[in-house]
Nanobody, 116 residues
Framework: HVPLVETGGGLVQPGGSLSLSCAAS?????????GEWYRQAPGKQRELVAA???????TYADSTKGRFTISRDNFKNTIYLQMNRLESEDTAVYYC?????????WGQGTQVTVSS
């Protein structure tokens, strides 16, 4: 089991920015895993927001492309999500996930609220 701790959520005005972090415990060697951020808004299904491969190649949902940036620091065992030009539709609980051969771990989620 690899505990994941997400931080950085909060309340922001439309057009603002937030940066989320997903930290794995020391010695987790997340370099072996794909990293992903998901979100779930009230009454909606959980959706993939962004992913980053073990080699650092990112992919994004159409709704976040050009506004969100996923990155990773394997030495710090951390996956990041920089969110810019936030919209009210981005309001959701954001979850990180890391997965690989024989492993699939989720964080507890962090609330992001975009509102004026």
């Amino acid at each position: 089991h690899v505990p994941l701790v997400e931080t950085g959520g909060g309340l922001v005005q439309p057009g603002g920015s937030l940066s989320l972090s997903c930290a794995a415990s020391r010695g987790s060697f997340i370099s072996m895993y794909t990293g992903e951020w998901y979100r779930q808004a009230p009454g909606k299904q959980r959706e993939l927001v962004a992913a980053i491969s073990t080699r650092g190649s990112p992919t994004y949902a159409d709704s976040t492309k050009g506004r969100f940036t996923i990155s990773r620091d394997n030495f710090k065992n951390t996956i990041y999500l920089q969110m810019n030009r936030l919209e009210s539709e981005d309001t959701a609980v954001y979850y990180c996930r890391i997965w690989g051969p024989g492993a699939d771990y989720w964080g507890q989620g962090t609330q992001v609220t975009v509102s004026s």
